[in-house]
């Protein structure tokens, strides 16, 4: 058997930008509409850091407006939900995003209660989690929505395939499977007390490691011709001493020989978030300007 199709988030999520772009300038053209994306970022956290200044590079980038709020550690969580009933109110804004994780003095949950649903582009907000699960129209995680694309992609239909996403998460693990759901898959969800996780794995179709442990699904574990989506980042050791490596929740090396396709870590599932954010940004545009884009809101 031949090695598994590297699938290049890189250069679907540069498709995905342009076609981002295509709509905002349809948006700024036909109806004097400029997406505006909102990052707030409370803290000095490096890695937060990063994305952020990813966020509103990507986002200028594809004709938007970038409004950037950094607050300091200490900022209390009263001044934080003050920002964002401003940033709620501001007609220029249409998503608004909170860098998580925040300082522990600061109640996540509440902070992602006080975004408007219609501008949650994260699809954190209780509304958007609910309408995800029952099948009604709202804002979709981004990191599951981009896992999704790339297997649409690689397979086409999903119908009648049976799927397995390893992790739980709100953030994850959860809306991929309602994500999976709706496009008539099989799914399973497990986790740290599956019992007999390989024989579990061994029976799907479709693959999603979200579980943050580094390279804990092994290639033996695979059903042969699975495809498989790496959605773990983690830090590990490199072979040259004070150096780290890149690493996903699959070992690469043993599952790419038994996967029929198979994401990278990094270049896979990693662009695609902040493609499918500035897509989720475009849509609410349309939505709270009460306009109809070209092609619906299934052109990603």
């Known amino acids: 058997m031949s090695e598994a199709k590297i699938i290049d988030g890189n250069l679907f999520s540069e498709r995905l930008r342009q076609t981002v772009a295509e709509r905002v300038r349809e948006l700024r053209v036909d109806h004097h509409v400029t997406p505006g994306l909102a990052v707030v970022l409370v803290g000095e956290d490096p890695a937060s850091q990063v994305y952020v200044r990813n966020?509103?590079?990507?986002?200028?980038?594809?004709?938007?407006?970038?409004?950037?709020?950094?607050?300091?550690?200490?900022?209390?969580?009263?001044?934080?939900?003050?920002?964002?009933?401003?940033?709620?109110?501001?007609?220029?804004?249409?998503?608004?995003?909170?860098q998580l994780p925040l300082p522990t003095h600061i109640d996540e949950q509440k902070v992602i209660a006080a975004i408007r649903p219609e501008k949650d582009v994260d699809g954190f907000h209780p509304w958007n989690v609910g309408m995800l699960a029952s099948g009604g129209v709202g804002m979709v995680p981004c990191t599951p929505f981009g896992c999704l694309l790339l297997l649409k992609d690689?397979?086409?239909?999903?119908?009648?395939?049976?799927?397995?996403?390893?992790?739980?998460?709100n953030i994850v693990g959860k809306p991929m499977a309602h994500l999976l759901l709706r496009e008539s898959c099989t799914v399973t969800i497990a986790h740290s007390r599956t019992r007999d996780l390989p024989a579990e794995i061994g029976q799907a179709d479709i693959v999603i490691a979200a579980v943050g442990r580094?390279?804990?699904i092994k290639g033996e574990w695979l059903k042969p011709g699975a495809t498989v989506i790496d959605v773990g980042i983690n830090r590990v050791p490199a072979a040259e001493p004070g150096k780290t490596r890149l690493v996903g929740d699959v070992d690469f090396a043993s599952a790419k020989a038994v996967a029929g396709a198979i994401t990278p870590v990094p270049g896979g599932v990693g662009p695609m978030t902040i493609a499918c954010l500035l897509r989720n940004t475009v849509v609410a545009a349309a939505r709270l300007n009460r306009v109809a884009l070209a092609g619906g809101e299934d052109w990603a």
């Open 55 to 98: 966020k509103r590079k990507r986002a200028v980038e594809v004709g938007m407006n970038s409004f950037e709020h950094t607050l300091a550690a200490d900022t209390t969580e009263h001044e934080l939900l003050t920002l964002i009933a401003g940033l709620n109110d501001d007609p220029a804004v249409h998503g608004i995003l909170v």
């Open 154 to 169: 690689q397979l086409g239909s999903l119908t009648g395939l049976k799927a397995i996403v390893v992790g739980r998460s």
């Open 214 to 216: 580094p390279e804990m």
